[in-house]
């Protein structure tokens, strides 16, 4: 069992930033994959950016390219969201979760199906 809790979301302007860190514990973090998901009112949750356990592979989604960078800290057992020049179109709840299946590979999925444990998630709002 792996449990997990996000931090760090909040209220933000147009072109501000804001840094999630999402704290996992219950078993060995290092050797899992991580991502972060985000799911706005009335849309399907959907897929921000993804690590693996050692940071070699890291996938974003077309949106957040160039504006998030994904972050991980082995030694805190600490996943971190870098959210820069945020726009009012990434207001939505954020979550962390993690791939076990994955563990010790190169793999990054990218659905929410791939993924074992949850966050409860932390509210980012973005005002134009």
């Known amino acids: 069992q792996v449990q997990l809790a996000e931090s760090g979301g909040g209220l933000a302007q147009a072109g501000g930033s804001l840094r999630l860190s999402c704290a996992a514990s219950g078993r060995p973090f290092s050797t899992y994959s991580m991502g972060w998901f985000r799911q706005a009112p009335g849309k399907e949750r959907e897929f921000v950016a993804g690590i693996n356990y050692n940071g070699g592979t890291i996938t974003y989604a077309d949106s957040v390219k160039g504006r998030f960078t994904i972050s991980r800290d082995n030694a805190k057992n600490t996943v971190y969201l870098q959210m820069n020049n945020l726009k009012p179109e990434d207001t939505a709840r954020y979550y962390c979760?993690?791939?076990?299946?994955?563990?010790?590979?190169?793999?990054?999925?990218?659905?929410?199906?791939?993924?074992?444990?949850w966050g409860q998630g932390t509210q980012v709002t973005v005002s134009s």
């Open positions: 979760a993690v791939d076990v299946t994955s563990s010790g590979t190169v793999v990054v999925v990218t659905v929410e199906a791939g993924y074992d444990y």
